[in-house]
């Protein structure tokens, strides 16, 4: 390998590393400090894991699966997609999550508000 194809490799590396942490940011409002987020490239042709969703077409040869896996004690919570590109692979699988966290997110407000309306119902019955 040629100097040449070293700094167009660290540039790449470099690039697909600023790329990562520019789609992790947008899992702030669903994380804390104490939150371990990993992006994962897995095998593509590991048959012993179940099959992400696939983004591309038969003819397409190189194959990237990506996971990204949000852990805090024994909780976590992961997306994967695979796609030629990688930069799609990354993306597919933050929105992926992303719909996961806020669906979550949606049950927990439901739950919390279906609460909060029978205990005020509660405190307004009047005891005869």
């Known amino acids: 390998m040629n100097q040449n194809d070293n700094n167009s490799s660290n540039d790449s590396n470099n690039e697909i590393q600023s790329y990562i942490y ?7 409002p669903f994380v804390t400090p104490e939150t371990l987020v990993m992006v994962v ?52 699988a933050k929105e992926s999550l992303l719909e996961k966290l806020i669906q979550i997110k949606d049950e927990i407000d439901d739950s919390a508000e279906r609460t909060q309306a029978i205990q005020t119902a509660r405190a307004n019955e009047q005891i005869h």
Request: glycine residues 2%; negative net charge.
């Open 22 to 28: 520019q789609q992790i940011a947008e899992f702030q």
């Open 41 to 92: 490239a897995r095998d593509p042709n590991d048959e012993n894991e179940q099959g992400p969703e696939q983004f591309v077409t038969d003819h397409e040869k190189q194959i990237h699966r990506i996971a990204i896996v949000l852990k805090e004690n024994d909780a976590s919570i992961e997306a994967e997609a695979s796609h030629s590109n990688i930069f799609e692979a990354i993306r597919f």
